[in-house]
Each structure stands twice: as C-alpha cells, then as structure tokens.
C-alpha cells in the first residue's frame, strides 16, 4: 500500500470517489478532510496509483496511543473488487492482532471479511448497520432558534455531559474521542439560558455527522434540525457530501432528518468495531 500526500493526487482521487456515492460516503469525506488541512491527522493509502483497487483510510498509526481505544482508530474502506479487499486484510495496514479499531464501509460482504480476519487474529468483532442519509441541497430547518436558546460551537466543558448522554459512551476513552472531535473538527450546539447545551452535533474525520442529540425536555421542538442545518450548511459550502448514518430502528432521528432534507441511501453503512481480548 502506498500513502497518498500530494494535494493533486488526492484531489484525482475525491472526483474519483464521488462518481460512486453514496458507496464510497465515509471514505470521500475523510479524503476530504485530509485535504483539507488534515486536522484529525488521518491518511490516505491505496494499493496502486492511478488505477487502484482500493483506497484505505485511517487515522496515522502513530496517533493511536492508547492500542486498546478503538473510538480514534477510524478506519474506512472503498475496493472495487473483493480480491483486493482480501489482499488488504491479508496484511496488517487494516486489522492487527495488537490494535482496537473501527472500521466503516458501505459494500456487501465487508462485514465478513473482517470478521473471519479480526476473529482468526484473535480480536473480539461487533458490527453494527446503520441506514446512510445525505442531503442533495443544503438543509433547512423547520424553524427558528426558539427564545432564550443561542447558537454556539461545543465547548470543552461541555464534553462531560455530551459523553455521559451517548449511548455508545460513558467511559473515558470515549470522552477524550469527543474532546478531540471538538476541538479538531466543527462542531454545534444550542446553548439554553444557564449556558449549558439542550442539543448538539458534531461532525467526525469522515465527514459525517454524528453525535446529535437533544435532552429530553427539549426534544419535537425541531433543535436537532437546527444544529444539522447549521453543520450541513457548512459543509455544503466547503464542497462535501451532506450524510450521517442512523440505527434503522431510530424513528425519532430519522423523521428530524427526513424533515430538513435528509433522504435514505441504499446500502448498508457498517460500522466494525474490533477489540483485542
Ligand atoms: C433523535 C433526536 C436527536 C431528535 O431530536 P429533536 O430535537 O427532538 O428532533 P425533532 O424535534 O425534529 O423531533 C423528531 C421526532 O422525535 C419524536 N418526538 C417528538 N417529541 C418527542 C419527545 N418529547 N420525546 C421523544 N421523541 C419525541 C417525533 O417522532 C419527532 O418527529 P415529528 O416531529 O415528525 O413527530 C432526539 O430524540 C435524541 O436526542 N434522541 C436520543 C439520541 C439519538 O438517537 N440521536 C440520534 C443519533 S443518529
């Protein structure tokens, strides 16, 4: 595998990716963000170049400390046939026995693949489907700030309370992931009257949104659509895809989003979590 660093390369490679959305969301957006000042300190490797079979991206070795935190080391893949998907996990750019990770894609057969290599390397694999939406336009709320709330970039302070609400957080790996987010990547919240936040979202180094959530005294009053709205309208402006990924089952989040724009992708957008026992 080689690591792409030049801009042109990497920009060959977006408009490459683009031709097959929605397949390729997480890795065009994080191709994206290393572009883009690369703030997350991801990289982009590919098996050949020009003409590659696969594009794997993740976050630079050297940056995963903690070898058991599987919430920073993101990885994501795109291959245009199996063969090099099978080549790619035959080495250890992707799964090693010795290293948490988690890795996204959106093609049939993945979550196989990587579960045969990750289980016969002894990781412990756990994979969840999510239902990929994008908006084509940017999206618009269904309303406006309601009195007494204001707009504002999550805080630091406000990590605390954002990991102890995330259904897959609560611990303290997790919490320094968030706290990373925020200060890398843009991020949005409504601030209520004693400065303390009732619903936010966070974009990740894939460029997807994640994270939205409203406390329940504030939720059906159309904020997570505001905080969407807001993040996606940013991201329109810089030229990226507009999506998030959602559990099929989350019939709340997925009318927010289907109310500002939001539509459902076909596919399946996997999320491989991997962990050494
Ligand atoms: C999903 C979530 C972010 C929606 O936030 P919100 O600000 O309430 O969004 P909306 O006001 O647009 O309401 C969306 C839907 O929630 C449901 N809803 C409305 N009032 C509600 C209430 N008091 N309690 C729970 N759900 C409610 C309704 O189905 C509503 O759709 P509708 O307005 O078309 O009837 C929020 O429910 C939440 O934080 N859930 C837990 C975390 C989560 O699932 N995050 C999304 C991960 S992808």
């Not at 070795?61 to 080549?87: C, I, M, S, W």
């Not at 994640?210 to 997570?224: E, I, K, S």
Request: proline fraction near 8%; hydrophobic fraction near 40%; include cysteine.
């Amino acid at each position: 595998m080689q690591i792409l660093r030049c801009p042109a390369q990497l920009q060959l490679l977006e408009e490459t990716l683009r031709k097959s959305l929605p397949t390729t969301l997480p890795v065009l957006g994080t191709v994206m963000t290393v572009a883009r000042g690369n703030p997350a300190a991801h990289e982009v490797l590919v098996d050949s170049w020009p003409n590659f079979r696969i594009v794997l991206t993740r976050l630079c070795p050297e940056e995963h400390r903690d070898h058991k935190d599987h919430y920073t080391n993101q990885l994501a893949v795109f291959y245009q046939d199996k063969g090099a998907l099978r080549a790619l996990l035959g080495g250890t750019e992707a799964v090693d026995r010795a290293r948490a990770f988690q890795l996204l894609g959106m093609q049939e057969g993945l979550d196989e693949a990587v579960r045969d290599v990750a289980g016969a390397r002894g990781l412990q694999v756990k994979t969840t489907r999510y239902l990929a939406l994008m908006s084509p336009e940017p999206p618009q709320p269904r309303g406006q700030v309601p009195p007494g709330l204001r707009l504002a970039p999550v805080s630091p302070s406000h990590i605390p309370l954002l990991n102890a609400t995330w259904v897959l957080g609560g611990n303290t790996r997790s919490q320094a992931f968030l706290l990373g987010l925020v200060r890398m990547l843009p991020s949005i919240c409504l601030l209520g009257p004693r400065g303390r936040p009732v619903s936010w979202s966070l974009l990740d180094a894939q460029g997807c949104l994640r994270h939205g959530y409203t406390v329940p005294a504030w939720r059906g009053h159309g904020l997570t659509g505001i905080t969407l709205a807001t993040l996606g309208q940013q991201l329109h402006a810089r030229g990226f895809p507009i999506y998030c990924a959602v559990l099929p089952h989350n019939k709340a989040s997925l009318r927010a989003l289907g109310a500002i724009g939001f539509l459902v992708q076909p596919g399946t957008f996997y999320m491989i979590v991997g962990t050494p026992k």
